[in-house]
């Protein structure tokens, strides 16, 4: 971010002062020049009303005037540019090899066709990110947990995504011994929504995965004890799910 | 020959010994528990759900509503969360002004569960002290915020508003004053043979136990786990701070007891840090665009709650409003070892056992 945002007052001022040029030009008041230099773009604009009503008054240039302003709405859409540009040019993360780590691990162990994706979350802190198929989902948890080289041993957080064109479970991994995160996830099902459960290897997996059957419709194989946690037992449909109709419309 | 029979038993979900509203079915044969069933929902807002229609400065009001215990810990986690996304710098007086509130409000937390703890054991005098305590930390947020429970204090890239003049100072004489009170609570409370008898070895597990029921907070660490995030993952400006983690050994309420009162004293020494560090003047509010889009993506981040680790999760379309937005609240997931706490305990301690989990609920429900 601020690496950008050196850019974009530097890029401002290199518009600003051509287009000062150009009315200088047209005008040919060499006073105008000190007052049409600000370097935010919001003092830029009246400052440049200001040289063409000058501009208006001196000369009879008028076909002129519209340049600056057709400008004026193109300078918004650099910096999105930008932005767009800018997650290529961050190279590679250091958390890389620890990714390619467990990547090893699982394929040697479970097979080349058990991780169907693996990238480094740029947007949360670097994370680790492990999307598994839904038949291996079970089995690289629980290789996640046991394999000596990784070792993650508490469950922090789990929970339902509805995609609208398939569901998402997302699982956040910690390793008490290593100090490492991973994130693990497994695309579902819309239509039929059933994964297995990790309750097996971790017990904290219990709730939050009645909540997401709560709440999104998810089955679980395997689970203990799958119920309505939040919601009431005769509670129709599932609240978050994006095609889900409420019950009081005006609430 | 005394014929005993199991019986069903209702506790809550209106009983004072479970702070809120939480219910518990107890199968019980004679004293001894059975079995126990929590039953919660109660209080379920549909935070979440809520959330996908609103943008991102309107979702922090309602996570005051969450752990209301320790609004200033979840006003954290969503605008950390925003700005992890959106990559947005903090200025450096915002920073300490947002540590300094978590601080105070985790001392206060902590005082509430002490005073209600003992008032559960039978205790009533504690409960008083506790609350004058708290009390003077309500007041100095006030003078912060505006507010005595529901802040709605941070805001994405800083604070709302800079603290009022001398407010500080104020923060710097509170910190003698609340040493000097918890020499008090142990000196009355701490070795006392009643209280003693009353929590030492009840509730214990172990440290295998604690981590697979993905516990945290104290309720982590009286097992002997070194785990607080303020340390394992350091967030805002944590690092700078010279504190130490409470760590028990034995895993039963005695244990917990003694980490949290740990705690306080932590806090107390990061605030005497933070007021010593916090830079004279400056910006409280860093550079902000107008409206909030988040970059197509995903975040979890997760920070230290005076009740363990709270995460907040967001899936982002680029929009104004997340598409997915998810807690993850620590008191959910503390309270999922409790069948298995109460299972052949004596129904007396069951009050003992609940209590010292330390649940709010509006955070056990969302």
């Known amino acids: ?233 005769d509670w129709e449909g599932y609240p978050l799910r994006k095609d889900y109709e409420p019950y009081d419309v005006e609430v | 020959m005394i014929r005993t029979e199991e019986m069903l038993l209702n506790v809550g979900p209106q009983h004072p010994s479970t702070h809120g509203v939480f219910r518990l079915v107890v199968k019980v044969e004679g004293e001894i528990i059975r079995e126990a069933t929590p039953v919660i929902g109660y209080l379920h807002r549909g935070t979440e759900k809520l959330a996908e229609d609103l943008q991102y400065t309107q979702i922090i009001p309602y996570t005051d509503r969450m752990d209301y215990l320790s609004a200033m810990t979840n006003n954290y986690v969503i605008c950390h969360a925003v700005e992890t996304i959106v990559g947005l710098e903090v200025p450096e007086r915002a920073e300490y002004l947002r540590v300094i509130a978590m601080e105070l409000g985790r001392i206060a937390s902590h005082l509430v569960w002490y005073g209600t703890y003992l008032l559960d054991l039978g205790a009533t005098s504690p409960f008083l002290y506790a609350f004058r305590e708290r009390e003077a930390i309500i007041n100095l947020l006030n003078e912060l915020c505006g507010a005595r429970l529901t802040f709605n204090y941070m805001r994405i890239g800083g604070v709302k508003w800079d603290a009022p003049e001398g407010w500080i100072d104020k923060v710097r004489e509170f910190i003698p004053y609340m040493r000097e009170q918890l020499d008090g609570y142990h000196g009355f409370i701490s070795g006392n043979e009643i209280f003693l008898n009353r929590v030492k070895g009840i509730g214990q597990y172990t440290q295998e136990e604690a981590i697979q029921y993905s516990l945290s907070g104290a309720n982590l660490r009286c097992t002997g786990v070194d785990y607080d995030i303020r340390k394992v993952e350091p967030y805002s400006i944590y690092d700078r701070f010279d504190f130490d983690v409470p760590v028990g050994e034995t895993g039963d309420a005695w244990a917990r007891y003694k980490c949290r009162m740990g705690e306080i004293e932590e806090s107390l020494k990061i605030l005497e840090q933070a007021v010593e560090q916090i830079p004279e003047e400056g910006k409280v509010l860093g550079k902000v665009p107008r409206i909030i889009k988040a970059p197509k993506g995903e975040v979890y981040v997760r920070i230290e709650s005076p009740r363990g680790e709270i995460g907040c999760y967001i899936a982002s379309d680029n929009k104004k409003s997340p598409y997915r937005l998810k807690f993850r609240r620590p008191s959910f997931y503390n309270l999922q070892i409790l069948p298995k706490l109460l299972e052949g305990e004596n129904m007396a301690n069951l009050v003992t056992i609940l209590g010292g989990v330390d649940i709010v609920l509006g955070e056990v429900d969302g």
């Open chain 1, 1 to 233: 971010m601020t690496d950008e945002n050196q850019n974009q007052p530097q890029s401002n001022e290199e518009n600003e002062k051509s287009k000062v040029e150009e009315t200088k030009n047209q005008a040919d008041e060499s006073q105008k020049e000190p007052k049409a230099e600000p370097t935010t773009p919001k003092e830029e604009s009246p400052s440049n009303k200001e040289s063409t009503k000058n501009a208006k008054e001196d000369t009879s240039a008028k076909t002129d005037k519209p340049k600056p302003k057709k400008d004026r709405p193109k300078r918004p859409r650099k910096p999105r540019a930008k932005k767009e540009e800018k997650p290529e040019d961050l190279g590679p993360s250091p958390n890389q090899p620890i990714l390619d780590h467990y990547v090893n691990v699982i394929k040697t162990n479970l097979g080349e066709e058990a991780i169907e994706e693996a990238s480094i979350n740029r947007n949360s802190k670097d994370l680790p990110t492990i999307v598994a198929t839904p038949k291996s989902y079970f089995q690289i948890a629980k290789l996640l947990r046991d394999h000596e080289e990784l070792q993650f041993n508490y469950l922090s957080d789990l929970h339902g995504i509805d995609y609208e064109t398939h569901m998402e479970m997302y699982v956040y991994l910690y390793s008490m011994t290593k100090k490492y995160s991973v994130a693990l996830k497994v695309k579902v099902d819309r239509e039929h929504p059933v994964v297995d459960s990790l309750t097996p290897i971790w017990q904290g997996a219990n709730w939050p995965e009645s909540e997401a059957y709560d709440l999104l419709g998810i089955q679980f194989n395997n689970h203990p004890d799958l119920k309505r946690i939040l919601l009431g037992e």
